[in-house]
């Protein structure tokens, strides 16, 4: 029996569609591992501050080139997607709903770390507080001022004035 009978029988065709959606999954897998080593590799030679946005970058980036390659070596498959590709969209929709905040706080973070509009050791004021910024985070940036400290959520400060005091900048 040749390849072409063998393709042209019923199970032929099932084997050889799955193997081309295996393939293309194979190639977007392929691609998202690129691209994290590629990020990874251009965050270890940047700062601090802006690798881990690169790094949250990768991360975010791979994820979704998994997720569209698995869609998409369904849809080569043979398997009708329209109905899971719905449903990715509302619980996308939902997700981002419920977590609207803590992501609003992690791209807020990840802008500030990116833009630096202070630094570590800038003494600021935001919203009524005021303090020597200590540690920037994804999520929070944390003020220490005499007797406290005071975790500001990262969206307050991107939505809020901030004041820099340039002046009591310490020299490094």
Do not use: W
């Not at 019923?10 to 050889?16: C, I, K, Y």
């Not at 790094?55 to 899971?84: C, E, I, K, M, N």
């Not at 609207?100 to 630096?116: P, V």
């Amino acid at each position: 029996m040749s390849l072409t009978d063998l393709l042209a029988t019923e199970p032929g065709r099932l084997a050889a569609r799955a193997l081309a959606g295996l393939a293309v999954f194979a190639v977007f897998l392929l691609a998202s591992a690129v691209v994290r080593a590629a990020l990874r590799r251009l965050a270890e030679a940047t700062d601090a501050d802006r690798g881990q946005v690169l790094r949250l970058a990768g991360r975010a980036t791979g994820a979704t080139l998994v997720l569209v390659g698995l869609v998409s070596g369904l849809g080569t498959a043979g398997v009708d997607v329209g109905a899971l590709i719905a449903g990715l969209g509302l619980t996308g929709f939902a997700i981002g709903f419920a977590l609207r905040d803590a992501l609003s706080n992690l791209l807020a973070g990840a802008l500030i770390l990116f833009y630096r509009p202070f630094r570590p050791d800038d003494r600021i004021k935001v919203a009524g507080f005021d303090g020597r910024v200590r540690e920037i985070d994804l999520r929070y940036t944390v003020l220490e001022a005499e007797d406290r400290s005071v975790l500001i959520p990262n969206s307050m400060l991107f939505t809020n004035p901030i004041t820099v005091d340039v002046s009591a900048r310490r020299v490094s």
